[in-house]
């Protein structure tokens, strides 16, 4: 009787070390796709950098890149410039290189400039179409509070309030 016993026991340790070994396989599949996921995100970060580099130096490539109208060459270039630096920001918090708080940070930053606020205003509409879910609808809010408080107090912009959304 104690070889069946041992039988059973001896297939259950294995079974469970087959299962410990599932597991960990299933857990580094998931590390696997994340990281896939981000070197994505990466990709498609640079190729839209490098269209957006080309309609910075071509002023007829920016009149395609750019849905704004009646700005001048040099503050259409400017606000693609402020948009790329926001992509960018956008792109370290979803890779994980910036926590929350260091992206609100930044965008308190960003905030300061006078091209980026016109950039905000003038692409409100963008952003109205976002769902309210998403990382950039909650980014877009975070932003707009930050504008309030700024256009509220100019001179204490780095005076950190309540933790935005």
């Not at 026991?9 to 590390?31: I, N």
């Not at 990281?35 to 498609?44: D, G, M, S, T």
């Not at 007829?60 to 503050?75: I, Y």
Request: net charge negative.
């Amino acid at each position: 009787m104690t070889t069946p016993l041992r039988a059973l026991f001896g297939r259950g340790a294995r079974r469970r070390r087959q299962e410990e070994l599932l597991s960990a396989l299933v857990g580094q599949l998931t590390l696997m796709t994340e990281e896939i996921r981000r070197a994505n995100l990466i990709q498609h970060h640079r190729l839209i950098a490098e269209h957006q580099g080309r309609a910075l130096d071509d002023p007829s490539l920016a009149d395609a890149a750019s849905s704004l109208t009646g700005v001048s060459e040099e503050k259409r270039r400017q606000i693609l410039f402020v948009n790329r630096w926001y992509a960018a920001m956008l792109l370290s918090y979803r890779v994980g290189s910036v926590d929350w708080d260091e992206l609100r940070g930044h965008l308190r930053v960003l905030c300061r400039g006078g091209v980026f606020a016109e950039y905000w205003e003038r692409t409100a509409e963008h952003r109205r179409e976002l769902p309210e879910d998403s990382l950039e609808a909650r980014v877009g809010r975070a932003v707009d509070a930050i504008l309030e408080e700024r256009a509220d107090d100019p001179d204490e912009w780095w005076v950190v309030g309540s933790p935005l959304m």
